[in-house]
């Protein structure tokens, strides 16, 4: 049961209290959570075979839950905070509820704020324009660019990428110690999107106060993976996205202190964000509102909410799950003659599902189109939206080495089969070469004939 709270008022005032039932589907936490498009058959050079998604990092797949979720607030979807009609206080009642869920899945301490945005990158664009004059941002080179550009390079440390977690703490005592200013914030990820290797959150929080400076945790490759938690960490902010985390439909999230947030400048002017306008000026919203202006994106306020309740309820299992997965993918392609796996902090260092590797005389996006149309198989490649750590890791000086890398990272919709399927697929390349022949057009790499792939399909709509 919830109220709609008479302090989130849009343009009108709020409805009156209105009880609704919770938006969650209780399952047995012992158990796996289910993804839509399990069943997905995708077509490759031998035949359709079963997908083996290997790419989480980039999107997940909806959870059922989050679909479940979704169907049943269409039923009464309808504007936020601004009509008097029963689907108005329903979905109204829905949206905050959602924020509450979200605000549990952080760890969010009393008098923190949550926002809907539309993705981490989004998030960290907000809080760069609330940011108080002058503020000196530090940040790692080892940073996805969503975390390192939006700073701007006149306010912005760069570090450099760090060789272990000590040297990441001394990097960033120096950084601080050199550069006094009233305003300072660290950004740092949770888990790397390149190694998925888990940074020291709570131990650079601690340094980073002890200098007076704020910390802002970038988890949008923790989120799926393990506890997200403001208050254990003491950390000031955490982002992450809806699409990460098993819930589509382009919503996000930034939570943390309020005092930055509510006197900052507001993100998106317009409806909802304002408490008075007249010719004399305009009075500003403060807490949420200040930032959402506009109509929200309820359906995927709704859609990550219920990806946090079921992944708050399943933790355990999903965790098990991963390690399992990961310490298969590790065996197998440490077997594999010649391959190197990236790290940062050293093969032993605790990490998420992810992993990135190069292979001595095969070009990496060569190696992610093989697996795709001769084995079904869904990777990526590239430098991952992380130039300067990708850079780093891949430096040489006799420019013999690949220059980017192929990235396998698992979640809810990976399987032991799909894990072996790579693993085999990379051998049989690497020992006996593609099956097909590949040229390198204008366009990348492409198979010479008919690809399986471009098989026209029918839009949804």
Not at 215 to 221: L, P
Not at 247 to 258: K, M, Q
Not at 325 to 330: D, G, I, P, S
Request: glycine share 8%.
């Amino acid at each position: 049961m919830s109220v709609l709270p008479s302090t989130m008022s849009r343009c009108q005032p709020a409805a009156p209290v209105l009880r609704t039932r919770a938006l969650r589907v209780v399952t047995s936490p012992d158990t796996l959570p289910e993804t839509v498009g399990s069943a997905l058959q995708v077509p490759t050079l031998s035949g359709p075979q079963p997908y083996a998604n290997l790419d989480h990092a980039a999107s997940t797949p909806a959870l059922r839950t989050v679909k479940d979720a979704v169907d049943r607030a269409l039923e009464t979807y309808a504007s936020v905070h601004r009509g008097a009609g029963y689907a108005s206080r329903v979905t109204s009642a829905w949206y905050e509820q959602a924020r509450a869920e979200v605000s549990r899945f952080v760890g969010a301490r009393e008098g923190d704020t949550v926002l809907f945005t539309r993705t981490t990158t989004d998030s960290w664009a907000l809080l760069s324009k609330a940011l108080p004059g002058r503020t000196t941002v530090f940040v790692f080179g080892s940073e996805h660019h969503s975390t390192l550009l939006p700073w701007g390079r006149s306010r912005t440390v760069r570090l450099p990428v760090p060789q272990s977690p000590d040297d990441a703490a001394a990097l960033l005592e120096e950084a601080l110690a050199d550069h006094p200013a009233r305003h300072r914030l660290v950004v740092v990820t949770g888990a790397s999107n390149v190694t998925g290797e888990v940074w020291p959150v709570a131990r650079l929080a601690e340094l980073a106060h002890r200098h007076g400076a704020r910390i802002a945790v970038d988890a949008a490759q923790l989120s799926a993976h393990r506890e997200i938690d403001l208050a254990a960490w003491d950390a000031d902010y955490v982002a992450f996205s809806g699409h990460k985390t098993y819930a589509p439909f382009g919503a996000g999230v930034l939570a943390g202190r309020s005092d930055w947030l509510d006197a900052g400048t507001p993100y998106l002017f317009g409806g909802g964000a304002t408490t008075a306008v007249t010719e004399a000026g305009t009075a500003w919203a403060t807490g949420p509102a200040r930032h959402e202006g506009g109509s929200p994106n309820v359906i995927g306020a709704v859609a990550i909410a219920a990806a946090c309740a079921t992944i708050r309820t399943h933790r355990e299992a999903i965790e098990a799950h991963e390690a399992e997965l990961l310490a298969r993918l590790r065996a197998g392609l440490e077997a594999v003659p010649g391959l190197e796996l990236l790290s940062i902090f050293g093969d032993d260092h605790d990490r998420v599902g992810v992993l990135a590797f190069t292979r001595e005389g095969w070009d990496s996006s060569l190696v992610s189109q093989v697996l795709s149309v001769e084995h079904g198989i869904g990777v990526r490649d590239g430098k991952f939206c992380a130039h300067l750590l990708v850079d780093e890791l891949l430096d040489d000086p006799w420019q013999e080495r690949s220059t980017t890398a192929v990235r396998v990272s698992l979640g809810l919709a990976s399987t032991a089969e799909g894990v072996d399927r790579l693993v085999r697929g990379v051998t049989l390349l690497v020992e006996q070469g593609p099956a097909a022949t590949w040229v390198r057009g204008e366009r990348g790499w492409q198979i010479e004939g008919e690809d399986p792939r471009d098989a026209e399909v029918a839009r949804p709509w």
